[in-house]
């Protein structure tokens, strides 16, 4: 097993030589499967009844409550302070632990202070989703069965997150759910209440997006950026989507000046990098989009 | 900690107020998490050798297939029995609980009984995919490693519940492996023997689409509704794809009463909203469909 | 429960008739579970510090890399060893098992010997995701979060055993890290360093496809093949994308023989099927791409 | 498979036949395994630090002591909602279900209420065991390492349920710790302050015993009865050890009316049935209690 | 970290040079945590509703019965089939994978086939628990709390594999209960029915001792041999205790012709190596077996 | 749940005001499940194939032999690390967590360069018990089963460590497997090779007991001390038992000065509190021990 040995001398000089990129010194970073555990904590906290095997009932719904919210509390505290000694490192200040240990923890209160807010918000995320998809049963189906809900679910805690300027946690959040549901919102973007997209593979919401309210998406939708010049990292790179607009399937929309007005309907596959009025409906051409003819025997 | 307490009362009360849609009260709703669990049961019983990590030989391959299938059988007699429960008291039905179970089992039992033909027609899927991708070098790399494979797995068997009118169960079975392939297949979907799903990341196919034998999609192909008035819900809002159809990647075939014939080609990114008779070739016009010129010196 | 003990028979008797593709006899094949576990570990020998939830520092480092190193080694010398079995039965040959056990052993000595050189070329891709998107707030951010890092990590890696001729674990390897992040890229592909996929849900990437150095790929790319004949299996299918080229989302380029030169630019939504000189920039005609009219009232 | 198919009737016949001491109906019993869970809980909140895994500081410790807290509580409720449904039964009474759930939460309530001065007395038992073990370095080794301690800790928890006549659950616990370190406390002995068991393997201590403050125990030492006939139960019939008594390895004391003096010392293997005086000094005569002779050879 | 490969390097050679004790080459041993899985099923099925976290009802007794026992089999089947591979490598014979296989199946379902009766014994075991201890409240607290009730269901099961000649199983099974309860029974004692074990820590019963019906032991009993020559293994070493013997605490009796005629007691502490006849009635002498004195000042 | 609010607040009042014992400040403890899994990953390395459920086999021995030195390697230096901080902390060192890590992985460092050395005497244990248990069928069976030897692994090991003088780990490994043997080797007791216990429960051997080479203990031993002041604590307080001493089941041996010569054997409950001479013969007398007459009717 000389050989093995030989590989683990070769990694560890590996590990010396691009040290730049490599995180095994320092504090430690924030832990992903700790973030996504706490995730489901917060979800089971949303909708009790839903997420959890063990029977929830009137008579034990605060003992739960209860539990999670410490245990969710405990882990986001210990993230946090990973997070925010990151930060600090990284704008070259020395010496955070027991500042950063306060500040994670009046953050994470302050989350948790927030919470009933954030869910009452999400109520309206599901009502939208039950009357917007004739293919919903009930209420029920939707909470357990729609990733567009998670997906949002997610990104109103990631976002409250976002704003609050606690790095990483955010990020590991929405890749917590992208990596579930397919749809990668990212953290900073602003969406208001009634947000339902269906189906979700593929959507793709950028940082500086603003969305109205009652907006609803379909699967494969960008709302993306024409621009990736790094250097204008801090502009809005994303659209404006107003109240009540529906996007169809893989529409792709795209630039931080576009707006689409609110009422709008954008149809399936369109590319649009300019604005468009309120009560606009647009769509692909008819007619010359499509070649069709009788198939050639193979 | 006071500030916890009092986040636990803020959710408290926030569960009383927004009651409407939260579920801590009444029969517990099915668990997510125990369907997924027997799906995988389900999916070793229907490829045996192919799922577990221990061994499965000839000689405990019964002993193998017994536990799975009443361990199966028990989780989903239970979870069916939830959904029964939930859908009796939707329709302001009492006291269901005795004849939920005995209803529950006979299901589940059914389930069983046709499990052995579901997995026939399930070979039939498995020598399409071999057949259709020359990247497939073997059988065994299809069963391993393919995910629409997975999908048509799963919903084959939600299917049949969806058939028995089953609430719930079906819709947590297509989104569990929705979140694992990124294939959307609502339950309600008829499906005919020999279906092929390549790499299939961001396909949706709609509650009531027909699709016929032989039918091959790619990736991020949508069979999908034009209208989604909440009250049109019972009609036929999917099209209907005949047999040996293949549809490129990126397409979106929308309506219910569009119809592709038999035999049809739909070209990658094409969008269709009315029928085309079989034999069809349909493609994005080429030419004028791109742009090219020499990119500008940024 | 009688009914119960029938549907297992009903069951053996299926395995029995359905065999062929049935792989309950011969030696096992390779778990999925086991490969999936075996690159958690290697991604974080490639990245100490940024997957394990224990704290690693410069003084344990060498003891955690000694153990995930024979930790990984050990379950792929069995995998492999499986796998290697497997394709010597295909070829008709018998009795592998000790020649097959060297085989394994030697293959992943070869691979841990190589890895240091792998991490190197990943290096260059977390440099091209940082550099490449103005949302990324940190090297640190790139690897906890970016699900396209991930997928190139798994691809170098699964790349390595594919050009080894180890059977089925490539494939596997590229379907599990298809399975978190939506993009599937087949280990036959030859990738060129600093690449970069951006959100990356739904981009496929075929089997014979040669990318240059400095790609980058947004989310929904397509890279596939026109001709699917399976008699066609070894010829080049897939694209050709040179140095320094972006493709934006949805973009489909097809074909064995089409060539994307070096430093050309592919608008969204694009669907090409020949080749484009270097140095171009591609994309879909503005104007009448898309009609915009007000919406009429529902 | 059949033949297990006869063995699954044979099981079944057999829990008809054998109802009578077969609990497959009725309201379940409580469960081993989560009343072990619960053990754990608590005696983390007795020692915070000495039992979990993860750091706990003083910044994280109102966190911790909340999670558990609601968590113990959450599993205590349930468990004893079932042992007062079996109590009930018992009785003869119905329909106790709502009325049980009210009484097991004030049940757990009070228990909760009374733990810190539990914890009061359990912290002269650390003290008593420091000062009272020449072996004891330091008074974290007593929390670490002395099974005694763990039994003392858990039977003053399952005593303060014994007086408070939840039937099951104490005994359950004492059996929890018997098995973790063969040290058998009834729930129902009463124990005073600075209790000591060294080693303590193979101590018996009987429901009716009385134990006064400062008493010391040996491995081995058994406080039984001598009667054992049922239809006594309810009497005394385990003795009683007055304060600062000391009693040496396998020594046995048996019968209810037999008292121990305060100040005594019990030699090891002492066999005693009647009551001594206080300040008495028992033990095996030396001389004729062995015989040396030289060995014969083999 | 040379100085662990190093270390790795030198148990290697230990292995090599200490290999006449070492297992690391021929066939697999059977595994002690697998057979430790299977006993916990066994128990469930001796006792359904009172080992299971899950609730179990008479609606689902079938579906658990019938995954238990296929699961126990499965387990049963691969180590029997371990055990009897390294039986016959004792005994010079090659080749037996095959027919050990047939072998350990017919075994093992052997074993089912008799287990009912096995559980109609254990009944008449319950029973004399709950007759015989004045402290037991119900026979659902001896089953579920019992240590000695534990050890004679484990024993008799692992005695029905004694007596197939079945090897190491029997004693895996009986080191496992050794270990929870503290009550060492060799596989090999021939135990008759109502049989109690009270408290039951430091309890041997030796591999050739006979006991009859109703027999009661109480904790630190030893059942042993005066003769530990090896050369004279096949030989009854161990006594015989005749129908409606009472043991009491620490008790001693010793050698293969001593016989305890049937309905005497036996005190505690006793040492015993010669044949009592029927009910005798045998007991430390009382008055000079301790001194008492007033103790003397420290 | 305001009552369960009350009670965290009462337990954090009590951690304030009980400070003195309780370990929430400081560093932490080493950790007991830690410690507990790293000694079953040394057994593996002492017996491997006995212990682990995956196959081991002479090729990938050396793949196993270096994960399981690794990772035990790290788990103990972080123990050891945690133990030193205690240790120094007592000592009123400030600041060592630099130099403890540095001592502390010299220390395992050390402790794995012996580890060889120890294994070589553990053979010798198992030749031991193989020969003088006339029940012991073969040597496997010995290293499968039978606890006295998995105390005596366990005893060298953390006799080990005792003697580098690591605080709190060599008890806590100690009382580990005390738990689950019912053994107690105080890891300060010196032990020569060939030592055998059997059935073992109850066993307790002191701090400063030395015992030579190819002694045997039966169940129920103690070899303890006459003597208990605190103030005593270094002086050797348990006997010295010389080579080839055989003790049966339930002796007691107590004094630093008494002495067992070398061949004696002491008989079954023999208490002894002085030196005997090498071959003595030392048991209970017979004749007076027991009274034998008829049972009086009950």
Same mark, same amino acid.
């Given at each position: 097993?000389?050989?093995?040995?030989?590989?683990?001398?070769?990694?560890?000089?590996?590990?010396?030589?691009?040290?730049?990129?490599?995180?095994?010194?320092?504090?430690?970073?924030?832990?992903?499967?700790?973030?996504?555990?706490?995730?489901?904590?917060?979800?089971?906290?949303?909708?009790?009844?839903?997420?959890?095997?063990?029977?929830?009932?009137?008579?034990?719904?605060?003992?739960?409550?209860?539990?999670?919210?410490?245990? !969710?509390?405990?882990?986001?505290?210990?993230?946090? /302070?990973?997070?925010?000694?990151?930060?600090?490192?990284?704008?070259?200040?020395?010496?955070?632990?027991?500042?950063?240990?306060?500040?994670?923890?009046?953050?994470?209160?302050?989350?948790?202070? /927030?919470?009933?807010?954030?869910?009452?918000?999400?109520?309206?995320?599901?009502?939208?989703?039950?009357?917007?998809?004739? !293919?919903?049963?009930?209420?029920?189906?939707?909470?357990? !069965?729609?990733?567009?809900?998670?997906?949002?679910?997610?990104?109103?805690?990631?976002?409250?997150?976002?704003?609050?300027?606690?790095?990483?946690?955010?990020?590991?959040?929405?890749?917590?759910?992208?990596?579930?549901?397919?749809?990668?919102?990212?953290?900073? !973007?602003?969406?208001?209440?009634?947000?339902?997209?269906?189906?979700?593979?593929?959507?793709?919401?950028?940082?500086?997006?603003?969305?109205?309210?009652?907006?609803?998406?379909?699967?494969?939708?960008?709302?993306?950026?024409?621009?990736?010049?790094?250097?204008?990292?801090?502009?809005?790179?994303?659209?404006?989507?107003?109240?009540?607009?529906?996007?169809?399937?893989?529409?792709?929309?795209?630039?931080?000046?576009?707006?689409?007005?609110?009422?709008?309907?954008?149809?399936?596959?369109?590319?649009?990098?300019?604005?468009?009025?309120?009560?606009?409906?647009?769509?692909?051409? /008819?007619?010359?989009?499509?070649?069709?003819?009788?198939?050639?025997?193979?």
């Amino acid at each position: 097993m000389e050989a093995l040995g030989r590989a683990v001398e070769g990694l560890l000089s590996s590990y010396e030589r691009d040290g730049g990129v490599n995180h095994s010194t320092g504090p430690n970073l924030p832990s992903r499967a700790a973030v996504a555990r706490a995730l489901e904590d917060l979800e089971t906290l949303v909708f009790p009844g839903f997420r959890e095997e063990d029977g929830i009932d009137d008579t034990n719904l605060g003992l739960v409550a209860g539990e999670l919210v410490h245990r !969710a509390a405990r882990a986001l505290v210990r993230e946090a /302070e990973r997070s925010l000694a990151y930060k600090y490192r990284l704008l070259g200040k020395d010496g955070c632990p027991a500042a950063c240990h306060l500040e994670a923890r009046d953050l994470v209160l302050g989350f948790f202070a /927030e919470l009933p807010a954030i869910r009452a918000t999400l109520m309206t995320d599901v009502e939208a989703a039950f009357a917007g998809d004739p !293919a919903a049963k009930s209420v029920a189906e939707v909470i357990l !069965a729609y990733p567009g809900l998670e997906a949002i679910v997610v990104h109103r805690i990631a976002h409250w997150f976002w704003k609050a300027e606690l790095p990483l946690i955010p990020r590991i959040m929405s890749e917590t759910v992208h990596g579930k549901t397919g749809i990668d919102i990212h953290p900073g !973007a602003c969406i208001g209440r009634r947000f339902f997209i269906d189906h979700g593979t593929g959507v793709v919401i950028g940082e500086t997006t603003l969305i109205g309210e009652g907006v609803k998406l379909y699967q494969g939708v960008t709302l993306g950026a024409l621009s990736v010049r790094k250097e204008e990292g801090a502009v809005k790179r994303h659209p404006t989507i107003e109240d009540s607009v529906t996007i169809y399937s893989g529409a792709t929309i795209l630039g931080g000046a576009t707006v689409v007005g609110a009422g709008s309907v954008i149809g399936g596959n369109v590319w649009l990098t300019h604005s468009v009025p309120p009560n606009s409906r647009v769509y692909l051409p /008819e007619g010359d989009a499509v070649l069709v003819e009788p198939r050639r025997p193979a």
